[in-house]
């Protein structure tokens, strides 16, 4: 006889300010380092659990090598001082890491294999550069039925805007407006409730005294949104990835540094421990797609999240798509029909970043505490994903 399953419920969503990679406030900050900053912050947002309690932590990155290597999920968990007892596993669906990570957590939850979950994402472009630091690709994926698997992400989003003919004036406008709505959030506050303020660690050699200065700083701003963006500056630019090419640095997302957590529960864990839920999580989805498009796959994973929901696209009220290129967040909103005042409210990646296996998380973050914020019933993280796929997860306000 099958088991009902049972409902899964976030109980705590935080989540780093994002810093600007190579060169910005997280430049010398391990990954690891951030991702237990965010995660004690997000037990600490649930007063009176028992972290023994804890089944495992699932933490999504995109380049799991280097300083963010060696399980980065499991050696997170012992590093923020949680019991020996807690798991932890690293899973990687590139962009998608983060929101992959919360559904599996989730779906642990939902057929009753455990009772509390860690699930997250995390990553420094800083330390880990795109492609990672020894990339090495299969020859055959250079033959003529595979070579989508070889284009770079930037003339991927080329032949998304040349087959959904998005012009250039329009790439640029939606990234000015991106900037426009991150600035006017982080004026309004709307980013604070999500934020946990990180503290970055300096340590300088001092010739004089032969000693190592130590320096401390909080930090709890996203440091990409630029006030100044405008449709004249972001014109000057050239396109990065073909030649007579539409796509640019400016209406692409930025390198990004950041991490990620959620807490979540299922509902007698939450009745016994007298528990506040934020949100239910009710679904997710992955499609793929060509992988020369790979920036549409959005456009199948939101309905197919939507019909595992039992609800409709129009149902959305909150809408995370992730702005990996502009043009293919045009090329979604467009084919879809997507409502664009309900889509990043308060800007998207062009704008705020883009930490690749942690803005799942920190997406989910924010839609999240959005939900709450305005009293919004459903909301929804989406991204496209490189090789060729799409990814989405819901959200239900409790």
Request: glycine fraction near 10%.
């Amino acid at each position: 006889m099958s088991k009902q399953l049972q409902d899964a419920y976030i109980v705590a969503a935080t989540r780093s300010p994002i810093g600007k990679a190579p060169r910005g406030m997280f430049k010398s900050t391990r990954p690891d380092d951030l991702l237990v900053q965010v995660l004690q912050s997000a037990l600490a947002q649930v007063p009176g659990l028992d972290p023994a309690l804890i089944t495992d932590a699932i933490i999504g990155c995109s380049f799991p090598e280097a300083e963010q290597g060696f399980n980065i999920a499991r050696n997170a968990v012992l590093l923020a001082g949680l019991p020996k007892t807690v798991g932890g596993v690293t899973v990687n669906r590139y962009c998608a890491s983060g929101i992959t990570a919360i559904a599996m957590a989730a779906d642990r939850i939902r057929v009753g294999a455990c009772d509390a979950m860690i699930a997250g994402g995390v990553e420094s472009m800083s330390m880990v550069p795109m492609m990672g630091h020894h990339p090495s690709m299969n020859l055959n994926m250079f033959t003529d039925e595979n070579v989508g698997m070889a284009y770079g992400m930037g003339l991927t989003a080329e032949k998304v805007a040349t087959q959904w003919k998005v012009s250039r004036e329009a790439q640029d406008a939606f990234s000015v407006e991106s900037h426009r709505r991150a600035i006017a959030a982080q004026q309004a506050g709307f980013f604070k409730d999500e934020t946990t303020p990180i503290q970055i660690v300096t340590r300088t050699p001092n010739l004089a005294t032969g000693q190592i200065d130590v320096t401390t700083r909080m930090v709890d701003t996203d440091e990409g949104a630029r006030a100044e963006s405008s449709m004249a500056s972001l014109g000057k630019l050239r396109a990065l990835f073909a030649a007579k090419g539409s796509v640019t640095a400016a209406n692409s997302s930025q390198m990004s540094d950041g991490a990620g957590v959620l807490l979540i529960v299922s509902e007698r864990f939450l009745r016994e421990h007298n528990l506040t839920p934020l949100a239910k999580f009710s679904s997710f989805a992955v499609c793929g797609v060509p992988p020369e498009i790979m920036g549409i796959g959005p456009k199948l994973a939101i309905p197919a999240a939507c019909k595992a929901a039992g609800i409709t696209p129009d149902q959305l009220d909150w809408i995370e798509l992730n702005e990996a290129f502009a043009a293919q967040a045009l090329a979604v909103i467009g084919d879809l029909g997507l409502d664009v005042a309900k889509v990043n409210p308060m800007g998207g990646a062009i704008a705020l970043g883009h930490p690749l296996g942690a803005t799942g998380a920190i997406r989910a973050a924010t839609t999240i505490h959005a939900m709450r914020r305005n009293k919004l019933k459903y909301g929804m993280v989406t991204m496209c994903v490189g090789a060729g796929m799409g990814a989405a997860g819901i959200f239900e306000s409790m």
